[in-house]
């Protein structure tokens, strides 16, 4: 299966700071890349699917690139909802895998 | 909208068997296919399986096969997950999702609200 490894696993940072979180692939996933953000206690909610494209209602501060095996998360200026986890997730093969996350904390 | 409701809290002892359901509303149910993911605690992600609501086939990550059985009821617009043999380490929060577009290959979007499985003796 497809392991995804995101890095880092906590990322520290004050609102308004622009947030730059990392997915790596096992293997190349052409642009099948999604991302998450998952708040205490809620379900995850899809921010960017395709690597690039964000998903309805999603603020225009979050941007997704990369392709193949590399892919980043990017937040320009981090809002207080903003800090959460966040995973990735790839749609090229079964199963289905999910990135370990990456917590935005509260500097 | 769309909107995905699941079943409620569960406490199970070990060896017992659980069944969660997630009744949809506001499209096409056999339009979408639908998955299950799990979420241990303080843990990642783990996708369990996809149902088609149109025809019930369903497909099951390997580590849950034999265990789990998926199926759906088109009157009520609802899908159902049953899982076997608890052990404790199936103790996690299980999520349905929706397809995103359709395609049965697709991102999960939207998700239910979960419900937490409990096995303990």
């Known amino acids: 299966e497809i392991v995804l490894t995101q890095s880092p696993a906590t990322l520290s940072l004050s609102p308004g700071e622009r947030a730059t979180l990392s997915c790596r692939a096992s293997q190349s996933v052409s642009s099948y890349l999604a991302w998450y953000q998952q708040k205490p206690g809620q379900a995850p909610r899809l921010l960017i699917y395709?690597?690039?494209n964000r998903a309805t209602g999603i603020p225009a501060r979050f941007s997704g690139g990369g392709s193949g095996t590399d892919f980043t998360l990017t937040i320009s200026s981090l809002e207080r909802e903003d800090f959460a986890v966040y995973y990735c997730?790839?749609?090229?093969?079964?199963?289905?895998?999910f990135g370990r996350g990456t917590r935005v904390e509260f500097k | 909208q769309v909107k995905l409701v699941q079943s409620g809290a569960e406490v199970k002892k070990p060896g017992a068997s659980v069944k969660v359901s997630c009744k949809a509303s506001g499209y096409a149910f056999t339009s979408y296919h639908m998955y299950w993911v799990r979420q241990a605690p303080g843990q990642g992600l783990e996708w369990m399986g996809i149902?088609?609501?149109?025809?019930?086939?369903?497909a099951y990550a390997q580590k849950f096969q034999g265990r789990v059985i998926m199926t759906r009821d088109t009157s009520t617009s609802t899908v159902y997950m049953e899982l076997r043999s608890l052990s404790s380490e199936d103790t996690a929060v299980y999520y349905c999702?929706?397809?995103?577009?359709?395609?049965?290959?697709?991102?999960?979007?939207?998700w239910g609200q979960g419900t937490l499985v409990v096995v303990s003796s």
């Open positions: 999702a929706r397809d995103h577009d359709g395609s049965g290959a697709s991102w999960f979007d939207p």
């Open positions: 395709d690597a690039s």
């Open positions: 997730q790839q749609r090229s093969d079964w199963p289905r895998t």
């Open positions: 149902i088609n609501p149109s025809g019930g086939s369903a």
